[in-house]
């Protein structure tokens, strides 16, 4: 965790210093880094989705929770076991919107006893869809600044973000929100020991830079006054690609805010952030559970080679199975006895051999 915590200080610190280090580096900072991280960002971003696309499955493997579909009087969980295509879309719906299976999630823990119980786990389903919703309308608020005009969706969304108006400017509800659930994602690695024992730098520093994303955008907001003009003109250009200088006294806060949201865009493709594109191609999620109406054919099998079954195996190693003292579908068939002239030429055989004078 102090790895995680370290790197993202060494981030801002780095981004004060280009920030402070003349024109030069504020064009390095304000302009190459962000079209830097944004084409990181797309390409990783589709050679992810791309690899995993091409990636075989070679077992059908729905996770399922609910009844499968069997006989007509039996009632069918068609969501929480599709078996049509229909019923894998609602499933995916629920999980990219809802979040169902978090939803559905429990937490097991062992008391005096001993006693293992199995609880509710609905915090972390609010934190986590309270997490994403308020991420999801930040994004949103902010194509303010790369387009003119601004989308006709964007001031409605803002009035109702802030139809508080506790403040100057407006507080954003969306603001506390994802604060407090970043802070609780992170607090509950910390509280919870098996969390926290399968918790690595991985794990704490996107949250940790999304932390330090949030604070210094809050603090532009409410606390430290940033020339918007400037930051509009800067945006617009980006969006532009015009490769425009940034203004000048834009202030080192939005650069540190502007650098670390470029670390979490060339971040992204490589870390467990990639949720967002993989779990459209999980299979686990994206496959009906038809086992029983449709054989799955494995993409590795070798055309050449024709399929075994278990009969034909058994027929093929049936003695040695026997042998071995295995079960066997198909008993040996009994032994068949001697004819009665082979069996006295074999016992004459054996009569002249024992009379035979050694030489």
Not at 15 to 39: C, E, T
Not at 121 to 145: D, P
Not at 245 to 264: D, M, R
């Amino acid at each position: 965790m102090k790895f995680s915590f370290l790197a993202v200080i060494a981030l801002v610190a780095l981004a004060f210093l280009g920030a402070n280090l003349g024109s030069g580096m504020q064009y390095l900072f304000g302009v190459i880094i962000p079209y830097v991280a944004f084409f990181l960002f797309i390409g990783g971003f589709i050679y992810r989705v791309t690899q995993w696309a091409k990636s075989p499955v070679p077992f059908s493997i729905p996770t399922t929770s609910g009844q499968g579909k069997s006989l007509p009087w039996i009632n069918h969980a068609k969501l929480d076991n599709p078996s049509t295509i229909g019923g894998v879309i609602g499933r995916m719906a629920l999980e990219v919107f809802a979040f169902r299976s978090l939803f559905k999630n429990t937490k097991a823990e062992i008391h005096d006893g001993p006693k293992l119980t199995y609880e509710s786990s609905k915090w972390l389903w609010i934190a986590g869809l309270t997490f994403h919703y308020c991420f999801l309308i930040i994004v949103i608020r902010h194509m303010r600044l790369f387009t003119n005009p601004m989308p006709f969706f964007i001031e409605p969304l803002e009035y109702l973000d802030g139809f508080l108006q506790v403040t100057v400017p407006a507080l954003y509800i969306t603001d506390l929100l994802f604060v407090g659930a970043v802070t609780f994602l992170f607090v509950r690695r910390l509280v919870n020991p098996q969390v926290r024992y399968i918790s690595f730098a991985a794990d704490y520093f996107p949250l940790f830079l999304i932390l330090a994303i949030a604070t210094t955008g809050i603090l532009m907001r409410y606390v430290i006054r940033v020339d918007i003009v400037g930051i509009k003109e800067l945006t617009m250009n980006l969006a532009t690609f015009s490769f425009a200088a940034p203004p000048a006294n834009l202030g080192s806060t939005f650069f540190i805010h502007l650098f670390l949201i470029c670390a979490l865009m060339a971040y992204f493709p490589f870390s467990k952030l990639m949720h967002l594109g993989g779990v459209f191609l999980s299979p686990t999620r994206n496959m009906p559970n038809d086992s029983r109406m449709v054989r799955h054919i494995n993409p590795w099998n070798d055309p050449n080679i024709k399929p075994h079954s278990y009969a034909g195996y058994e027929d093929e190693f049936r003695e040695f199975m026997a042998g071995a003292g295995l079960p066997l579908e198909k008993e040996l068939p009994p032994e068949e006895p001697e004819e009665p002239a082979e069996a006295e030429e074999t016992a004459a055989e054996g009569e002249a051999a024992q009379e035979t004078p050694a030489e």
